[in-house]
């Protein structure tokens, strides 16, 4: 099965090179990689022009305001994988992320993946490459064990179990867990997104869109929501929070959408040329 795996980028080409580092080291290795950028920078084009190894292509758009939605539109539009995998730029994926996904991947199923929140220390180690994620994806319990002690850093989400093993399919797969859908990593058949007409863009710079907003409208279209928890794992690099309040507005136009069941948006895939 071909993977496009869809990464949201807007100006940090360092912590792009750390995912596309990443990706270079993955067990499964039918993917192509789609960089929707959510702008047009020149430093963005050159770093992903001087990307080897690797099957890209580059989607870009005029920086006039968060526009994250129509930027990962851009993405689907673009990808010729059946399934998509969707990353944020500042998520750096395990090995085995890929591998992790396409093991769990099923007809009717969306997979809700997680993320471990490195501190600063780590994050800093990372940028100067004086640690790599694939070290210490390896060492975790020892390179991470800091982070057991970080409430924020959600150290269990780090530990990774094959979907294959034993361990996963007598205690694992069939607990009941937390599958609400998180924009950074989740994934899903192509067929199922057009569905929905994608991502919906009236939102504007709400963080709504590719959390809250796909998971309901992927419920009410009739899929499950599977958790790939441990399994399909990834490291969030540290920043400052950034704030994206939800108005009054678009809160009023998700209940309304959600109470009319409204799961085909109108303003997505379809509002492109």
């Not at 067990?27 to 770093?47: G, H, P, R, S, W």
């Not at 979907?163 to 950074?184: E, Q």
Request: proline residues 2%; hydrophobic residues 35%; aromatic residues 12%.
């Amino acid at each position: 099965m071909k993977v496009s795996i869809i990464i949201a980028v807007y100006k940090d080409t360092e912590a792009l090179n750390l995912i596309i580092e990443a990706l270079k080291t993955q067990t499964y290795k039918n993917f192509e990689v789609i960089v929707a950028e959510d702008n047009d920078a020149l430093q963005m084009k050159a770093y992903v022009e001087s990307i080897q190894d690797l099957d890209v292509k580059h989607t870009f758009q005029e920086d006039i305001g968060v526009r994250k939605s129509r930027s990962q539109n851009n993405g689907i539009l673009k990808a010729s994988g059946e399934y998509l995998i969707f990353l944020d730029g500042d998520i750096i994926p395990y090995s085995t992320f890929v591998a992790g996904h396409v093991a769990l991947a099923q007809r009717g199923r969306v997979l809700a993946g997680r993320r471990v929140n490195l501190n600063a220390a780590l994050s800093t180690k990372f940028r100067e490459d004086s640690l790599t994620p694939y070290t210490l994806e390896k060492w975790y319990l020892c390179v991470g064990f800091s982070l057991m002690f970080d409430r924020n850093a959600r150290f269990e989400q780090g530990i990774y179990i094959n979907p294959n093993s034993f361990i996963y399919k007598k205690f694992i797969g069939n607990r009941k867990r937390n599958t609400s859908l998180i924009g950074c990593n989740f994934s899903c058949f192509r067929d199922d997104m057009m569905a929905i007409n994608g991502f919906d863009e009236s939102y504007g710079e709400s963080s709504l869109p590719d959390d809250m907003d796909l998971d309901w409208r992927f419920r009410a279209y009739g899929l499950e929501l599977v958790s790939c928890k441990n399994v399909a794992n990834t490291f969030h690099l540290f920043h400052k929070k950034q704030n994206n309040p939800t108005s009054p507005e678009q809160w009023e136009k998700f209940n309304k959408n959600k109470k009319e069941k409204r799961y085909v948006c109108e303003d997505g895939l379809n509002s492109h040329a």
